[in-house]
Protein backbone atom coordinates (compact mmCIF):
# COMPACT_ATOMS: atom_id res chain seq x y z
CA UNK A 1 0.00 0.00 0.00
CA UNK A 2 2.56 1.97 0.80
CA UNK A 3 4.14 2.17 -2.85
CA UNK A 4 0.86 2.19 -4.68
CA UNK A 5 -0.02 5.62 -2.82
CA UNK A 6 3.16 7.52 -4.10
CA UNK A 7 1.98 5.77 -7.91
CA UNK A 8 -1.84 7.21 -7.43
CA UNK A 9 -0.83 10.63 -6.34
CA UNK A 10 1.97 11.39 -9.53
CA UNK A 11 -1.46 10.46 -11.48
CA UNK A 12 -3.05 13.80 -9.62
CA UNK A 13 -3.29 16.41 -11.56
CA UNK A 14 -2.53 19.53 -9.18
CA UNK A 15 -2.11 21.85 -12.01
CA UNK A 16 -3.43 25.56 -10.26
CA UNK A 17 -4.48 26.86 -13.84
CA UNK A 18 -6.94 24.04 -15.16
CA UNK A 19 -9.11 24.52 -11.96
CA UNK A 20 -11.09 27.05 -12.61
CA UNK A 21 -11.74 25.98 -15.99
CA UNK A 22 -12.99 22.76 -14.68
CA UNK A 23 -15.03 24.51 -11.67
CA UNK A 24 -16.67 26.44 -14.88
CA UNK A 25 -17.34 23.72 -16.86
CA UNK A 26 -19.07 21.97 -13.56
CA UNK A 27 -20.76 25.08 -13.00
CA UNK A 28 -22.13 25.38 -16.30
CA UNK A 29 -23.17 21.30 -16.59
CA UNK A 30 -25.11 22.42 -13.24
CA UNK A 31 -26.90 25.42 -14.74
CA UNK A 32 -27.99 23.45 -17.81
CA UNK A 33 -29.09 20.55 -15.71
CA UNK A 34 -31.23 22.70 -13.87
CA UNK A 35 -32.55 24.45 -17.28
CA UNK A 36 -33.44 21.22 -18.97
CA UNK A 37 -34.62 19.05 -15.48
CA UNK A 38 -38.53 19.30 -16.08
CA UNK A 39 -40.25 21.80 -13.12
CA UNK A 40 -42.07 19.95 -10.91
CA UNK A 41 -45.99 21.00 -10.35
CA UNK A 42 -47.35 21.64 -7.71
CA UNK A 43 -50.29 19.58 -6.36
CA UNK A 44 -53.87 20.29 -6.64
CA UNK A 45 -55.61 22.38 -4.08
CA UNK A 46 -57.96 20.61 -1.52
CA UNK A 47 -60.61 23.07 -3.71
CA UNK A 48 -59.93 21.37 -6.89
CA UNK A 49 -59.99 17.70 -5.70
CA UNK A 50 -62.90 18.87 -4.08
CA UNK A 51 -64.59 19.87 -7.50
CA UNK A 52 -63.03 17.01 -8.99
CA UNK A 53 -65.42 14.99 -7.24
CA UNK A 54 -68.26 17.06 -7.85
CA UNK A 55 -67.68 16.97 -11.40
CA UNK A 56 -67.46 13.04 -11.63
CA UNK A 57 -71.18 13.10 -10.38
CA UNK A 58 -72.39 15.83 -11.46
CA UNK A 59 -75.34 14.33 -12.98
CA UNK A 60 -76.87 12.78 -10.09
CA UNK A 61 -76.57 16.40 -8.47
CA UNK A 62 -78.19 17.95 -11.11
CA UNK A 63 -81.77 17.17 -9.89
CA UNK A 64 -80.52 19.14 -6.86
CA UNK A 65 -78.41 21.97 -7.70
CA UNK A 66 -80.48 24.68 -7.19
CA UNK A 67 -80.90 23.72 -3.50
CA UNK A 68 -77.15 22.71 -2.98
CA UNK A 69 -75.52 25.98 -5.27
CA UNK A 70 -76.87 28.28 -2.57
CA UNK A 71 -74.14 27.76 -0.46
CA UNK A 72 -71.36 28.10 -2.84
CA UNK A 73 -69.29 30.98 -3.73
CA UNK A 74 -69.33 32.53 -7.28
CA UNK A 75 -66.28 31.68 -8.00
CA UNK A 76 -67.53 27.32 -7.41
CA UNK A 77 -70.04 28.19 -9.19
CA UNK A 78 -68.21 29.28 -12.20
CA UNK A 79 -66.54 25.99 -12.02
CA UNK A 80 -69.10 23.97 -11.66
CA UNK A 81 -70.68 25.94 -14.80
CA UNK A 82 -67.35 25.33 -16.65
CA UNK A 83 -67.45 21.54 -15.83
CA UNK A 84 -70.85 21.07 -17.06
CA UNK A 85 -70.35 22.77 -20.07
CA UNK A 86 -67.55 20.51 -21.02
CA UNK A 87 -69.65 17.72 -19.99
CA UNK A 88 -72.36 19.27 -21.96
CA UNK A 89 -74.48 18.87 -19.11
CA UNK A 90 -75.22 22.72 -19.52
CA UNK A 91 -78.88 23.97 -20.13
CA UNK A 92 -80.95 26.02 -18.55
CA UNK A 93 -81.25 24.82 -15.51
CA UNK A 94 -78.69 24.71 -14.88
CA UNK A 95 -76.58 27.72 -16.10
CA UNK A 96 -79.99 29.42 -13.85
CA UNK A 97 -79.35 27.72 -10.67
CA UNK A 98 -75.84 28.39 -10.77
CA UNK A 99 -75.72 32.18 -12.09
CA UNK A 100 -74.74 34.78 -9.37
CA UNK A 101 -75.14 38.64 -9.69
CA UNK A 102 -71.23 39.04 -9.05
CA UNK A 103 -70.45 37.17 -12.49
CA UNK A 104 -68.40 39.28 -15.11
CA UNK A 105 -68.03 36.42 -17.47
CA UNK A 106 -70.07 34.09 -19.13
CA UNK A 107 -68.94 30.71 -21.16
CA UNK A 108 -72.25 28.94 -22.38
CA UNK A 109 -70.53 28.17 -25.93
CA UNK A 110 -71.38 24.91 -27.47
CA UNK A 111 -73.90 23.85 -24.98
CA UNK A 112 -78.20 23.96 -24.67
CA UNK A 113 -78.92 27.28 -23.47
CA UNK A 114 -81.77 28.99 -25.15
CA UNK A 115 -82.93 32.66 -25.40
CA UNK A 116 -84.91 32.24 -21.93
CA UNK A 117 -81.74 30.91 -20.01
CA UNK A 118 -79.60 33.73 -21.29
CA UNK A 119 -82.28 36.50 -20.90
CA UNK A 120 -82.64 35.35 -17.53
CA UNK A 121 -78.87 35.25 -16.84
CA UNK A 122 -78.25 38.67 -18.22
CA UNK A 123 -80.83 39.99 -15.64
CA UNK A 124 -79.15 38.04 -13.01
CA UNK A 125 -75.56 39.09 -14.00
CA UNK A 126 -75.97 42.61 -14.82
CA UNK A 127 -72.19 43.22 -14.73
CA UNK A 128 -71.16 40.93 -17.66
CA UNK A 129 -68.32 42.31 -19.62
CA UNK A 130 -67.23 39.25 -21.63
CA UNK A 131 -69.64 36.47 -23.00
CA UNK A 132 -69.11 33.66 -25.47
CA UNK A 133 -72.54 31.97 -26.74
CA UNK A 134 -70.30 30.73 -30.16
CA UNK A 135 -71.79 27.21 -31.47
CA UNK A 136 -75.05 27.28 -29.51
CA UNK A 137 -77.72 26.41 -32.26
CA UNK A 138 -80.60 27.68 -29.68
CA UNK A 139 -79.54 30.96 -28.70
CA UNK A 140 -80.96 33.81 -31.85
CA UNK A 141 -80.45 37.52 -32.61
CA UNK A 142 -83.68 38.18 -29.49
CA UNK A 143 -81.31 36.01 -27.06
CA UNK A 144 -78.51 38.56 -28.08
CA UNK A 145 -81.59 41.48 -27.70
CA UNK A 146 -81.87 40.53 -23.91
CA UNK A 147 -78.43 40.11 -23.38
CA UNK A 148 -77.13 43.86 -24.46
CA UNK A 149 -80.42 45.38 -22.65
CA UNK A 150 -79.23 44.09 -19.23
CA UNK A 151 -75.62 43.83 -19.78
CA UNK A 152 -74.40 47.33 -20.15
CA UNK A 153 -70.88 46.98 -19.58
CA UNK A 154 -70.78 43.99 -22.07
CA UNK A 155 -67.15 44.46 -24.14
CA UNK A 156 -66.52 40.98 -25.47
CA UNK A 157 -68.77 38.70 -27.54
CA UNK A 158 -67.41 35.72 -29.25
CA UNK A 159 -70.20 33.94 -31.15
CA UNK A 160 -70.10 31.71 -34.60
CA UNK A 161 -68.91 28.39 -35.01
CA UNK A 162 -72.06 26.72 -36.37
CA UNK A 163 -74.58 27.55 -39.06
CA UNK A 164 -77.23 28.68 -36.80
CA UNK A 165 -74.67 30.91 -34.40
CA UNK A 166 -73.09 32.37 -37.79
CA UNK A 167 -76.62 33.28 -38.38
CA UNK A 168 -77.58 34.79 -34.82
CA UNK A 169 -74.43 36.86 -35.33
CA UNK A 170 -74.81 38.55 -38.59
CA UNK A 171 -78.68 39.35 -37.43
CA UNK A 172 -77.80 40.69 -33.95
CA UNK A 173 -75.12 43.55 -35.60
CA UNK A 174 -77.70 46.28 -35.85
CA UNK A 175 -78.34 45.65 -31.84
CA UNK A 176 -74.41 47.48 -31.30
CA UNK A 177 -74.54 50.33 -34.04
CA UNK A 178 -76.88 53.61 -33.13
CA UNK A 179 -80.37 53.88 -34.68
CA UNK A 180 -81.08 57.51 -34.92
CA UNK A 181 -85.02 56.73 -36.64
CA UNK A 182 -86.29 55.69 -33.05
CA UNK A 183 -85.55 59.51 -31.66
CA UNK A 184 -88.63 60.92 -30.38
CA UNK A 185 -87.97 64.50 -30.01
CA UNK A 186 -88.15 67.33 -32.58
CA UNK A 187 -84.74 68.63 -31.48
CA UNK A 188 -81.52 67.18 -30.80
CA UNK A 189 -81.84 68.01 -27.22
CA UNK A 190 -84.92 66.12 -26.56
CA UNK A 191 -83.32 62.78 -28.24
CA UNK A 192 -82.90 60.60 -25.25
CA UNK A 193 -79.58 58.54 -25.73
CA UNK A 194 -81.08 55.06 -24.87
CA UNK A 195 -83.48 55.51 -27.90
CA UNK A 196 -80.99 55.37 -30.53
CA UNK A 197 -79.12 52.29 -29.68
CA UNK A 198 -80.32 48.78 -27.91
CA UNK A 199 -77.70 48.52 -24.95
CA UNK A 200 -75.18 47.34 -26.92
CA UNK A 201 -73.17 50.62 -27.08
CA UNK A 202 -70.03 48.89 -24.76
CA UNK A 203 -69.42 46.71 -26.93
CA UNK A 204 -65.13 47.05 -27.94
CA UNK A 205 -64.35 43.25 -28.84
CA UNK A 206 -65.68 40.90 -31.44
CA UNK A 207 -64.62 37.10 -31.84
CA UNK A 208 -65.97 35.80 -34.74
CA UNK A 209 -63.62 33.22 -36.88
CA UNK A 210 -65.93 33.20 -39.89
CA UNK A 211 -67.42 36.83 -40.17
CA UNK A 212 -68.43 37.35 -43.94
CA UNK A 213 -66.96 40.20 -46.02
CA UNK A 214 -70.36 42.12 -45.49
CA UNK A 215 -70.26 42.08 -41.85
CA UNK A 216 -67.04 43.03 -41.23
CA UNK A 217 -67.58 45.86 -43.98
CA UNK A 218 -70.43 47.42 -42.21
CA UNK A 219 -68.99 46.98 -38.72
CA UNK A 220 -65.78 48.84 -40.07
CA UNK A 221 -67.86 51.33 -41.26
CA UNK A 222 -70.54 52.00 -38.82
CA UNK A 223 -69.12 50.69 -35.70
CA UNK A 224 -65.30 51.82 -36.17
CA UNK A 225 -65.07 50.74 -32.28
CA UNK A 226 -65.38 47.38 -32.29
CA UNK A 227 -62.43 45.43 -32.62
CA UNK A 228 -63.27 42.16 -34.81
CA UNK A 229 -60.78 39.05 -33.70
CA UNK A 230 -58.35 40.92 -32.39
CA UNK A 231 -55.03 39.85 -32.11
CA UNK A 232 -52.21 39.90 -28.95
CA UNK A 233 -50.32 42.82 -29.95
CA UNK A 234 -46.68 42.63 -27.91
CA UNK A 235 -46.69 46.46 -27.66
CA UNK A 236 -49.86 47.92 -26.74
CA UNK A 237 -51.05 51.20 -24.65
CA UNK A 238 -53.07 49.23 -21.75
CA UNK A 239 -56.65 51.25 -23.08
CA UNK A 240 -55.89 49.52 -26.44
CA UNK A 241 -54.57 45.97 -24.83
CA UNK A 242 -56.28 43.15 -25.70
CA UNK A 243 -58.44 41.48 -22.82
CA UNK A 244 -57.95 37.50 -22.38
CA UNK A 245 -61.48 36.85 -22.89
CA UNK A 246 -61.03 38.49 -26.80
CA UNK A 247 -58.50 36.11 -27.81
CA UNK A 248 -60.12 33.12 -30.02
CA UNK A 249 -57.96 30.21 -28.54
CA UNK A 250 -58.53 30.44 -25.29
CA UNK A 251 -61.77 29.46 -23.42
CA UNK A 252 -63.37 32.05 -21.12
CA UNK A 253 -63.67 30.19 -18.77
CA UNK A 254 -59.80 28.31 -18.54
CA UNK A 255 -59.27 30.01 -15.50
CA UNK A 256 -61.57 28.76 -13.43
CA UNK A 257 -60.76 25.10 -14.52
CA UNK A 258 -56.66 25.11 -14.83
CA UNK A 259 -56.20 23.30 -11.63
CA UNK A 260 -58.75 20.32 -12.13
CA UNK A 261 -57.94 17.27 -13.23
CA UNK A 262 -59.04 16.96 -16.95
CA UNK A 263 -60.28 13.35 -16.42
CA UNK A 264 -63.15 15.05 -14.58
CA UNK A 265 -65.53 16.01 -17.40
CA UNK A 266 -64.06 13.27 -19.75
CA UNK A 267 -67.59 11.39 -21.04
CA UNK A 268 -67.20 7.31 -20.35
CA UNK A 269 -68.28 5.47 -23.16
CA UNK A 270 -69.06 8.10 -25.41
CA UNK A 271 -66.80 8.55 -28.35
CA UNK A 272 -66.47 12.92 -28.05
CA UNK A 273 -66.27 14.24 -31.49
CA UNK A 274 -63.95 17.21 -32.30
CA UNK A 275 -66.30 20.73 -33.00
CA UNK A 276 -66.14 21.80 -36.57
CA UNK A 277 -68.29 24.55 -38.84
CA UNK A 278 -69.69 21.51 -40.65
CA UNK A 279 -70.86 19.06 -38.23
CA UNK A 280 -73.64 21.30 -36.52
CA UNK A 281 -77.21 20.67 -38.19
CA UNK A 282 -78.46 22.91 -40.03
CA UNK A 283 -82.09 24.85 -38.34
CA UNK A 284 -85.01 23.23 -40.17
CA UNK A 285 -86.76 26.07 -42.78
CA UNK A 286 -90.02 26.43 -40.57
CA UNK A 287 -87.78 27.11 -37.56
CA UNK A 288 -85.77 29.52 -39.48
CA UNK A 289 -89.31 31.29 -40.62
CA UNK A 290 -90.13 31.39 -37.10
CA UNK A 291 -87.20 33.25 -36.26
CA UNK A 292 -87.36 35.76 -39.08
CA UNK A 293 -90.77 36.36 -37.79
CA UNK A 294 -90.43 36.67 -34.52
CA UNK A 295 -87.09 39.26 -35.07
CA UNK A 296 -88.93 41.45 -37.40
CA UNK A 297 -91.54 41.66 -35.19
CA UNK A 298 -89.21 42.86 -32.12
CA UNK A 299 -87.46 45.02 -34.45
CA UNK A 300 -90.80 46.90 -35.99
CA UNK A 301 -92.38 47.01 -32.18
CA UNK A 302 -90.31 50.33 -31.40
CA UNK A 303 -91.27 52.01 -34.57
CA UNK A 304 -95.11 51.05 -33.96
CA UNK A 305 -95.06 52.70 -30.55
CA UNK A 306 -93.70 55.19 -32.08
CA UNK A 307 -96.13 55.95 -34.43
CA UNK A 308 -98.72 55.64 -31.81
CA UNK A 309 -97.57 58.46 -29.43
CA UNK A 310 -97.08 60.23 -32.12
CA UNK A 311 -100.92 60.09 -33.71
CA UNK A 312 -101.93 60.57 -30.06
CA UNK A 313 -100.00 63.85 -29.91
CA UNK A 314 -101.19 65.30 -32.86
CA UNK A 315 -104.34 64.18 -31.97
CA UNK A 316 -104.00 66.23 -28.69
CA UNK A 317 -102.95 69.32 -31.03
CA UNK A 318 -105.52 68.96 -33.23
CA UNK A 319 -108.00 69.35 -30.50
CA UNK A 320 -106.08 72.43 -28.79
CA UNK A 321 -106.75 74.04 -32.04
CA UNK A 322 -109.90 73.38 -32.32
CA UNK A 323 -111.32 73.45 -29.01
CA UNK A 324 -111.87 77.43 -27.28
CA UNK A 325 -111.14 76.15 -24.41
CA UNK A 326 -108.19 74.28 -25.24
CA UNK A 327 -106.56 77.62 -26.93
CA UNK A 328 -107.95 79.41 -23.21
CA UNK A 329 -106.34 77.22 -21.59
CA UNK A 330 -102.67 78.05 -23.95
CA UNK A 331 -102.69 81.37 -23.99
CA UNK A 332 -103.35 81.60 -19.78
CA UNK A 333 -100.26 78.93 -19.87
CA UNK A 334 -98.78 80.85 -21.88
CA UNK A 335 -99.28 84.23 -19.81
CA UNK A 336 -98.85 82.94 -16.58
CA UNK A 337 -95.57 81.77 -17.66
CA UNK A 338 -94.57 85.67 -18.60
CA UNK A 339 -95.72 87.26 -15.68
CA UNK A 340 -93.05 84.44 -13.86
CA UNK A 341 -90.29 85.73 -16.06
CA UNK A 342 -91.10 89.41 -15.31
Known amino acids: MEEQLPKSLKNLDLNRNRGPKKKILVSAYL ?16 VSLCLGVIGKHLEEMIPCLADISVIFPADIKMSIAAIARRKKLLDDDVITSLADSSWEI ?3 SGSDVTNSGLAK ?7 LRAVDISRCNKISSMGVLELVQHCRSLETLRCGGCPSSESTAR ?12 GEGETWEEIDTSEIGHGGQSLR ?11 LEMLSLECPRIVVNPK ?14 ALPDVAVDEPFVKDIDPKTWVVTGVVQKPTSFLLCNELPIAEKFRL ?5 DARLAPKRAKNARQRQRRAERDWMMSSDEAKAMVLASKATRSLHKS
Do not use: G, Q
Open 232 to 245: PSLVAYRADEVPRE
Open 292 to 296: AFAER
Open 31 to 46: SSSRIMSPLKSKPPSL
Open 106 to 108: LDV
Open 121 to 127: VAEMCKS
Open 205 to 215: WLVWPRIDKDS
Open 171 to 182: RSLSFFKPNLSN
